[in-house]
């Protein structure tokens, strides 16, 4: 009766810490993946590279977001950044080590890098704070 027990008790372990390394998603120690977001362009003040990124919980990204300097942009995230883990903040060679991020506003032309990993499935937008019309918008979708 002992032997079957531990034999269920094995089986047991086995199935659990084969179904964790399933739903792990990413590997921390490969090197974070690379974003960049650009505000404005020689075209438009309004322009964004890009508007949609597709990301993975339990993987590290570091997001590169540079202003052209035309305009005033003032990013927001606020639901994006309460479901990621900050790593660190980087601006001109600065490390800013912190948990918590709301906004981020560029007066004029700057660059900030942000390390993070992803830690809560779902879809967060992104907006430009008072340029949404001009279709300064954009999504985090998280898988």
């Known amino acids: 009766k002992r032997r079957k027990i531990i034999g269920k008790v094995i089986i047991l372990l086995f199935v659990f ?6 739903l792990a998603k990413g590997d921390l120690a490969i090197r974070a993946k690379k974003l960049e977001l650009k505000l404005g362009s020689d075209k438009s003040d309004y322009d964004m590279s890009q508007k949609v990124f597709e990301l993975e919980t339990g993987k590290a990204y570091r ?5 052209m ?8 995230a606020e ?3 309460r479901n990621v883990w900050i790593r660190n903040i980087e601006v001109e060679g600065i490390e800013i080590d912190t948990s918590i991020l ?3 506003e ?4 700057g660059e900030i890098e942000i390390k993070f990993v992803p830690i809560r499935p779902g879809k967060y937008e992104f907006e430009i704070e008072g ?3 001009k279709g300064m918008v954009g999504e985090f979708i998280v898988k």
Do not use: P
């Open 17 to 22: 810490a084969f179904n964790t390394s399933i």
């Open 63 to 67: 997001l590169e977001i540079s202003s």
């Open 69 to 76: 300097g035309f305009k005033e942009y003032e990013f927001e």
């Open 79 to 81: 639901d994006f950044f």
């Open 102 to 104: 709301n906004e981020i």
């Open 106 to 109: 560029f007066e004029r032309e």
């Open 131 to 133: 340029l949404q019309s």
